[in-house]
Nanobody
Framework: QVQLVESGGGLVQAGGSLRLSCAASGRTFSNYALGWFRQAPGKEREFVAGISYNSRTYYAESVKGRFTISRENAMKTVYLQMNSLKPEDTAVYYC????????????????WGQGTQVTVSS
């Protein structure tokens, strides 16, 4: 079992930055791929960024060059550094985990956090 707890969300002006954190429980964190997803009101949950067990990273086109995902296995934590934020980045951001490699589909993750709200004002 893996439990995930997100933090770091908040209200920021367009152009600003936030860093989200996701702290995990469990003894085999290093074997997991971690993904960040987001869901805006009235929209489906979508893939934002992911990092595989070997630290290979993946990004949605909409966030490439602005967001950076990283992991710190000793701390069992994954981060999402978000720069140059836009109003369209406003959403609840979720952390998710699955074995080994990143899949960009919301349906292929075994564990989910509760989410953290990110609001970007124009």
């Amino acid at each position: 079992q893996v439990q995930l707890v997100e933090s770091g969300g908040g209200l920021v002006q367009a152009g600003g930055s936030l860093r989200l954190s996701c702290a995990a429980s469990g003894r085999t964190f290093s074997n997991y791929a971690l993904g960040w997803f987001r869901q805006a009101p009235g929209k489906e949950r979508e893939f934002v960024a992911g990092i595989s067990y070997n630290s290979r990273t993946y990004y949605a086109e909409s966030v490439k060059g602005r967001f950076t995902i990283s992991r710190e296995n000793a701390m069992k934590t994954v981060y999402l550094q978000m720069n140059s934020l836009k109003p369209e980045d406003t959403a609840v951001y979720y952390c998710a985990a699955r074995q080994l490699i990143v899949i960009m589909s919301v349906h292929d993750y075994d564990y989910w956090g509760q989410g953290t709200q990110v609001t970007v004002s124009s």
